[in-house]
């Protein structure tokens, strides 16, 4: 059995981080999808329901800005992760 460096077991250990790290983005894209997509189809069929009610339209707005702050949330946590994984296969 091989013994491991120092060095390795650091990379080990950042590399499991890196991967939380993104595991909790992807967490979060995953509910906050699921809550504002929920929120989109009611404000959706309430709108429907009362077109003259403008409101739902900013309701909507802001719920698929939600989702896409999280998909932008996923792609920097991602990258950020990535720079770090290839940081350390370098050294």
């Known amino acids: 059995m091989s013994e491991q460096t120092a060095v390795e077991i650091m990379q080990a250990s950042i590399a499991q981080s890196m991967e939380q790290a993104v595991q909790d983005a992807v ?4 509910n906050i999808s699921t809550v504002e997509t929920t929120v989109i189809g009611v404000a959706s069929a309430k709108w429907v329901a009362e077109p003259e009610n403008v409101a739902y339209a900013a309701i909507i707005e802001n ?3 939600n989702i ?3 998909v932008a949330n ?3 946590v991602g ?3 990535a720079s770090v994984i290839t940081a ?4």
């Not at 967490?27 to 995953?30: C, E, Y």
């Not at 350390?88 to 050294?91: H, M, R």
């Open 68 to 70: 896409s702050f999280a």
């Open 88 to 91: 350390l296969e370098v050294k």
């Open 79 to 81: 990258t950020a992760a």
């Open 63 to 65: 719920a698929q800005a």
């Open 27 to 30: 967490d979060t894209l995953r």
């Open 74 to 76: 996923l792609t920097a």
